[in-house]
């Protein structure tokens, strides 16, 4: 069974600087991992993902470092802005299904002018 | 740009009740997904459906089934509801195995009561 774990609920930062939020996963058969950005009472939204294959995806002010011997993912903001405070969920799509994501248990970023 | 549409997006029942949750996949989209969220908890997966046939399965209850039907829309049907079946239940849909990247429906919260 996959498990993605996100073991910081909540991470605070002040604007402009970098967030970091990080993610464990214990399953390494898998093709991706993304990373979605949830706001309360809304679906959440696709930010960026990552092959298996590759190690760094970056995509304007998100940068996705995958590193396979760690089993560890993490997303980088830089600049960080108070539009990106919200929920962060990673996530990695396996199976036949590659939309069968499997969530970490999310991380509130909270971003201070 | 068109997203995906669920309906309603409110509902309350009582125990033992039944539920049809309802969502419309972006135009062009043959790939349906449902998930659960519980309060406090990361999205859970349900089922999913690629062209009209089930693809996936997750953690649906025997007493939960879902379609998706010619048109690609899909229903979630909840019978014999417990109190423990309130959540928010998203559906999402891509165009095939998109490697992950699916759009989420803003949600239908249901209240079991």
């Known amino acids: 069974d996959q498990q993605v774990k996100q073991n910081s609920p909540s991470l605070s930062v002040q604007e402009g600087r970098i967030s970091i939020l990080n993610c464990d996963y214990t399953?390494?058969?898998?093709?991706?991992f993304l990373w979605y950005k949830k706001y309360p009472a809304e679906g959440p939204t696709f930010l960026i993902s990552?092959?298996?294959?590759?190690d760094k995806n970056e995509d304007g002010r998100f940068t996705v470092f995958l590193n396979k011997s760690a089993k560890h993912l993490s997303l980088h903001i830089v600049p960080s802005q108070p539009g990106d405070s919200a929920v962060y969920f990673c996530g990695n799509a396996g199976g036949t299904s590659y939309g069968k994501l499997t969530f970490g248990q999310g991380t509130i970023l909270t971003v201070h002018p | 740009a068109a997203g995906v549409i669920q309906s309603p997006r409110h509902l309350i029942k009582e125990k033992r009740e039944t539920a049809t949750l309802k969502c419309y996949p972006i135009p062009r989209h043959d790939t349906v997904y449902w998930y659960q969220q519980g309060p406090g908890q990361d999205p859970q997966f349900l089922i999913s459906?690629?062209?009209?046939?089930?693809?996936d399965k997750g953690s649906i209850p025997d007493r939960f089934s879902a379609q998706q039907f010619s048109d690609y829309h899909s229903e979630l049907n909840m019978s014999s509801l417990e109190l423990g079946d309130s959540a928010l239940y998203f559906c999402a849909s891509s165009l095939g195995l998109a490697g992950g990247k699916v759009y989420f429906g803003p949600g239908t919260r249901l209240t079991v009561t």
């Open positions: 399953n390494s058969m898998f093709d991706y």
């Open positions: 990552i092959s298996s294959i590759k």
């Open positions: 459906f690629y062209e009209k046939m089930q693809s």
